[in-house]
């Protein structure tokens, strides 16, 4: 994963270097997260949480942009499989997510525009790694994809959703039983946000 974050940080880089536009800003908004997994003796249900932090865009030929934030990122999904005090199983996540997405842009005037993106997220879990007492266990960092589109207003103020496609487990079940064995889970979902641009 090291070596993907090192070629975006170039890119980025070479960017800078070309005279680029380059816009800093703050970025924040709502993970919308379900869980699939690989049987189907588990499901979930879609639950809400949050994501903040710095991000930049930097402005290319043609109406292409890039832009990448560094995000604290929480969210929980509630599956329904209980536990021993015969609540639902939630399972709660906090990372550290890099998203880095290429734009284009559709001018609708000089206050207004929209874009459509894609790229790759990279998330870094910094959480508890095993919750013991319902035996899972998330893994240290996993890939992601990002669909989206967004409108750009007065050049400063920036409104998107996207949907995060994931590319592995985000984690698992480790004990087995009658109910789970050895189950292993992905997460995706919709995030909703805004930024503004300094």
Same mark, same amino acid.
């Given at each position: ?5 090192? !070629? !975006? ?24 997260? +379900? ?8 499901? =979930?249900?879609?639950?809400? %949480? /949050? ?12 109406? /292409? @942009?890039?832009?990448? =934030? ?20 939630? !399972? +709660?996540? +906090?990372?550290? @997510? ?8 559709? %001018? ?6 929209? /874009? ?10 910094? %959480? ?6 319902? @035996?899972?266990?998330?893994?240290? =960092? @996993?890939? =992601? ?22 590319? %592995? ?17 992905? +997460? ?11």
């Amino acid at each position: 994963m090291k070596k993907y974050i090192f !070629l !975006l940080v170039t890119i980025v880089c070479i960017s800078v270097n070309s005279e680029a536009k380059v816009k800093f800003g703050l970025r924040g908004g709502a993970n919308i997260t +379900k869980m699939s997994f690989d049987k189907d003796v588990v499901d =979930s249900k879609n639950t809400n %949480g /949050f994501y903040l932090g710095p991000t930049v865009k930097i402005g290319l030929p043609l109406g /292409f @942009d890039i832009d990448g =934030s560094v995000v604290y990122s929480q969210w929980k999904v509630e599956t329904d499989v209980f536990n021993a005090n015969n609540t639902p199983i939630e !399972l +709660k996540h +906090k990372a550290i @997510d890099i998203p880095l997405n290429l734009r284009k842009g559709f %001018g609708l005037g000089d206050k207004a525009s929209v /874009f459509l993106f894609a790229g790759p997220q990279f998330s870094f879990n910094i %959480g508890n790694k095993d919750l013991h007492d319902i @035996d899972w266990t998330w893994k240290d =960092s @996993d890939i =992601s994809i990002n669909l989206g589109v967004g409108a750009m207003l007065l050049n400063h103020i920036e409104v998107k959703a996207n949907y995060n496609i994931p590319c %592995g487990k985000t984690g698992s079940f480790n004990v087995e039983n009658a109910v789970v064995k050895n189950i292993s889970g992905k +997460k995706k979902g919709w995030q909703i946000g805004a930024a503004i641009y300094f």
